[in-house]
T-cell receptor, first 116, second 112 residues
């Protein structure tokens, strides 16, 4: 299995809702990442988990809460989002734990999020 | 992305022609330079990468060249095909060797 699987593929939520994005990989990779991508823009790093511990938080607002229950799973919990948070949320993994940023990333297809 | 400039933003070529995309970076300590391809509705996919101990790397119709003195690296696609149409991103470990920072992207369109 060489895939990173993200669910759901599409999500529409109101500003008062609580929802979660899920990401799963079974490649034995030890680092997992959340990126945010706005339309016609490059992916922007949000969080990095290495060996199930949070290694990087790119000053992301607290309405986004990551969780790494085990080495294969990564969640992103969403609460009280704003319309400007609408974007494609991409999960990625890398074989080695995060060290210097020189890791090869394997991306999922993303969750397209719309906040109304 | 910050500290990496990517050009051009759009590129249209005829099928069979070559395409070249260039990225210029600022952190001279960087030592890893990948290129990702993103097709519509999908996440980015690594297509080729190079480390700073080599100047060029090829994989069939795709090549990456690195000029550490000038601090730029380029993606070369030869004999382009319609399925090469996509958005291409350069990337590199940004300042402080954090996780990958992506360039602004190049939308390549290969006309049949």
């Amino acid at each position: 299995d060489t895939e990173v699987t993200q669910t759901p593929k599409h999500l529409v939520m109101g500003m008062t809702n609580k929802k979660s994005l899920k990401c799963e990989q079974h490649m034995g990779h030890r680092a997992m990442y959340w990126y945010k991508q706005k339309a016609k823009k490059p992916p922007e790093l949000m969080f990095v988990y290495s060996y199930e511990k949070l290694s990087i938080n790119e000053s992301v607002p607290s309405r986004f809460s990551p969780e790494c229950p085990n080495s294969s799973l990564l969640n992103l919990h969403l609460h009280a989002l704003q319309p400007e948070d609408s974007a494609l949320y991409l999960c990625a993994s890398s074989q080695e734990g995060y060290r210097t940023g020189g890791e090869k990333l394997f991306f999922g297809s993303g969750t397209q999020l719309s906040v109304l | 992305g910050e500290n990496v400039e990517q050009h051009p933003s759009t590129l249209s070529v005829q099928e069979g022609d070559s395409a070249v995309i260039k990225c210029t970076y600022s952190d001279s300590a960087s030592n890893y330079f990948p290129w990702y391809k993103q097709e519509l509705g999908k996440g980015p996919q690594l297509i080729i990468d190079i480390r700073s101990n080599v100047g060029e790397k090829k994989d069939q119709r795709i090549a990456v060249t690195l000029n550490k003195t000038a601090k730029h690296f380029s993606l070369h696609i030869t004999e382009t095909q319609p399925e090469d149409s996509a958005v291409y991103f350069c990337a590199y470990p940004g300042p402080g060797r954090r996780a990958l920072t992506f360039g602004s992207g190049t939308r390549l369109q290969v006309q049949p």
